[in-house]
T-cell receptor, first 113, second 114 residues
Framework: LAKTTQPISMDSYEGQEVNITCSHN???????ITWYQQFPSQGPRFIIQ???TKVTNEVASLFIPADRKSSTLSLPRVSLSDTAVYYC??????????????FGGGTRVLVKP | KAGVTQTPRYLIKTRGQQVTLSCSPI?????VSWYQQTPGQGLQFLFE???????NKGNFPGRFSGRQFSNSRSEMNVSTLELGDSALYLC?????????????FGPGTRLTVT
């Protein structure tokens, strides 16, 4: 399983773009990168998933360089409601025995008015 | 569609007792996973069930067990509760049987062991 490293916390202001970088130096060929968001006292919510280059949806963008040793989650124009913990997960997509999703420590993002 | 539901939402138990938590996945989802979340250890994978069979298991002692029923509903049981079992227990269901794609989490059951 690829180990991930992400900042413990980040502060931002409403309307700004927030970029959270996750390092995963030993990512394997078959590994995907997935990001989840978690609000206090709630279960995590899937944000985005990608394998290489750039993925964008209505919520965020995920940038993955060619070497795939890191990835950046970009949240455009954040609001107070984006204050949450963001988790970067790296692993194989296949639900075979022994494969499980591993959540790291996450990045606590605080959006200020 | 209704989301993942977990019951009960809150539970207080005494050390040494056992507890059973329930999870109803989103209709049509057949894969159900369980996680434990604590301030110290973060989110840790407990196990995953598919077609009434445990397919994956995390690094937890045998006191933690689970099962899945034919309607995909799942239960997890913790026997001989310890203070350290106090945590938020999260259940997640997945629309994809064979791939760790998007998972949908329930609100969790907060277990307090005194």
């Amino acid at each position: 399983l690829a180990k991930t490293t992400q900042p413990i916390s980040m502060d931002s202001y409403e309307g700004q773009e927030v970029n959270i970088t996750c390092s995963h130096n030993n990512i394997a060929t078959n590994d995907y990168i997935t990001w989840y968001q978690q609000f206090p006292s709630q279960g995590p919510r899937f944000i985005i998933q990608g394998y290489k280059t750039k993925v964008t949806n209505e919520v965020a963008s995920l940038f993955i360089p060619a070497d795939r040793k890191s990835s950046t989650l970009s949240l455009p124009r954040v609001s107070l409601s984006d204050t949450a913990v963001y988790y970067c997960l790296v692993g194989t997509m296949i639900k075979a025995a022994g494969n499980k999703l591993t959540f790291g420590g996450g990045t606590r993002v605080l959006v200020k008015p | 569609k209704a989301g993942v539901t977990q019951t009960p939402r809150y539970l207080i138990k005494t050390r040494g007792q056992q507890v059973t938590l329930s999870c109803s996945p989103i209709s049509g989802h057949r894969s159900v996973s369980w996680y434990q979340q604590t301030p110290g250890q973060g989110l840790q994978f407990l196990f995953e069930y598919f077609s009434e069979t445990q397919r994956n298991k995390g690094n937890f002692p045998g006191r933690f067990s689970g099962r899945q029923f034919s309607n995909s509903r799942s239960e997890m049981n913790v026997s001989t509760l310890e203070l350290g079992d106090s945590a938020l227990y999260l259940c997640a269901s997945s629309p994809r049987d064979s791939y760790w794609g998007e998972q949908y989490f329930g609100p969790g059951t907060r277990l307090t062991v005194t």
